[in-house]
């Protein structure tokens, strides 16, 4: 008997409105998918993903350059970047320090 109770005791928690981490427990409406981690929508985490990131580029001494190449040029970098088991913009970097030097 004594375990039947406790077991009761144990199994109706009560529901608090105000704490945030039990809310999700009670639930009773189900969502599909993985639950949001964070509160901003996609674009706005890109943003602010991006913007990190230059920054941290930035902190580091580096500075940003785009460029547009046919696709034949971009599969070739691409290749030859995986090759050499380095990003396509450290086998970019590399050409290019090379053509200054000489």
Do not use: C, W
């Amino acid at each position: 008997m004594g375990r039947l109770r406790h077991q009761l005791n144990t199994n109706s928690m009560a529901k608090e409105t105000s704490d945030r981490t039990t809310i999700d427990l009670f639930a009773t409406e189900k969502r599909r998918g993985r639950p949001r981690s964070n509160p901003l929508p996609r674009d706005q985490q890109l943003k602010i993903n991006k913007r990190n990131q230059i920054q941290r580029d930035r902190a580091n001494g580096l500075k940003r350059i785009e460029l547009k190449v046919s696709q034949d040029l971009y599969d070739a970098l691409n290749e030859q970047a995986m090759a050499s088991n380095i990003s396509r913009s450290q086998l970019i970097e590399s050409i290019l320090q090379k053509l200054v030097s000489n």
